[in-house]
């Protein structure tokens, strides 16, 4: 199940400053929605909203006919990966209020198994988390928020730290399981070839909502410039992005 997600003058406020400023905006059911700024644009604030960190003003609405599942992937996870749990341990304590010592029911154990087959980590069960590699931690993670069956999956940053081909490969995973699994989708990123790439819609978000629309056709150099000032690096980006879209590369499948 997907839920589409509605927001009317939402607004946050820290003191006198304003972080997001009446932003209305719907995420559309069963897309996969980019978010793009710049630092300080109020995107990990969005996304902290939604799961319900942060007080607002103006309209929220989650449709669906009952309270969405939520699965969330952190820039930063608050994980100490010096610990010496396992993949199966660490994901598994959030299943179940078993004592580890006392070992994890065969259903925990199948359904931690199945996520992380999800994410072709499978092989990576009983490894060490500080054993994990920087892209394996992130299919972890990503392994966790699948855990609770969500129907809206929010991720912020999940790149942050990976390589050019990693990140690329990491997103096309999103994007396959996005798919498979009927989800809405928000991914907060600053890689626009990956939101060319993978995305449906994008949307440009700079404490309020300069432009959105169908990804890649929404990252012309005049959005980005708009966006990011005129003298950023991603205005190559999308010049190459339109480059390509004229000489037909298809854009992410259902998002035209």
């Known amino acids: 199940m997907s839920v589409p997600v509605h ?6 406020r820290a003191g006198e400053q304003v972080i997001l400023d009446h932003v209305t905006l719907t995420l559309e059911e069963g897309k996969l929605n980019a978010i793009i700024g710049p630092n300080g ?7 902290h909203v939604l799961l319900g960190f942060v007080p607002h003003e103006g309209l929220l609405r989650l449709d669906g006919g009952r309270r969405p599942r939520i699965g969330f992937v952190p820039q930063q996870p ?9 993949v199966c341990e660490f994901l598994a304590a959030g299943l179940t209020r078993r004592p580890p010592w006392l070992g994890r ?23 060490r988390l500080g054993d994990l590699s920087g892209g394996e931690f992130q299919r972890m993670m990503l392994a966790q928020a699948l855990l609770r069956e969500p ?4 991720l912020d940053e999940p790149n942050t730290g990976v390589d050019i081909t990693g990140a690329q490969l990491f997103c096309g995973l999103v994007e396959k399981i996005h798919k498979a699994r009927s989800l809405t989708t928000v991914l907060v990123t600053h890689d626009i070839g990956v939101v060319a790439d993978h995305a449906h ?26 966006l ?6 991603k205005l190559a980006v999308a010049r190459d992005t339109h480059h390509s879209l004229h000489r ?3 854009g992410p499948e259902g998002g035209k």
């Open 41 to 47: 644009a109020g995107k990990t604030t969005l996304l």
């Open 248 to 250: 037909g590369r298809p």
């Open 105 to 127: 029911g065969k259903t925990v154990r199948a359904r931690v198994e199945s996520a992380l087959e999800d994410v072709g980590i499978a092989d990576r069960m009983r490894r």
């Open 7 to 12: 927001m009317e003058n939402l607004t946050v």
């Open 78 to 86: 608050a994980v100490d990966r010096s610990t010496p749990a396992t």
């Open 201 to 226: 819609r994008v949307i440009g978000l700079n404490k309020k909502v300069l432009f959105e629309g169908p990804s890649p056709d929404t990252l012309t150099p005049e959005n980005l410039m708009l």
């Open 228 to 233: 990011f000032g005129p003298h950023s690096n």
């Open 151 to 154: 129907d809206l999956l929010l």
